[in-house]
């Protein structure tokens, strides 16, 4: 398993922007997919967005596609996502997630062997 560590989540206003980071402490990052996770209260935890292990291929839910980019810095063990445009609806706890594949459709959370802490993005109207 990888340790990761989230930063990057805080409160914005509807429209705004923010940038989330997960930093990862092993090396086996550079061969592993990544995906991005949310949880809102009272709600199951649903994908987001997703990035292969070489960074040429990403997915997204339909709900953030067009105002979330995920993307990720091998040589920082890095993965990011860009949230522009933000809603009130994308109000809640963001999760990195390694895969323990390289690359695929990694949209389930079975697909994930480990998981960050998470962190809180708030959105206000």
């Known amino acids: 398993q990888v340790q990761l560590v989230e930063s990057g989540g805080g409160l914005v206003q509807a429209g705004g922007s923010l940038r989330l980071s997960c930093a990862a402490s092993e090396r086996t990052f550079n061969y592993r997919a990544m995906g991005w996770f949310r949880q809102a209260p009272g709600k199951e935890r649903e994908f987001v967005a997703a990035i292969n292990w070489s960074g040429t291929s990403n997915y997204y839910a339909d709900s953030v596609k067009g105002r979330f980019t995920i993307s990720r810095d091998n040589a920082k063990k890095t993965v990011y996502l860009q949230m522009d445009s933000l809603k009130p609806e994308d109000a809640a706890v963001y999760y990195c997630?390694?895969?323990?594949?390289?690359?695929?459709?990694?949209?389930?959370?079975?697909?994930?062997?480990?998981w960050g802490q998470g962190t809180q993005v708030t959105v206000s109207s």
């Open positions: 997630a390694a895969s323990n594949r390289r690359f695929g459709l990694l949209e389930s959370r079975r697909d994930y062997d480990s």
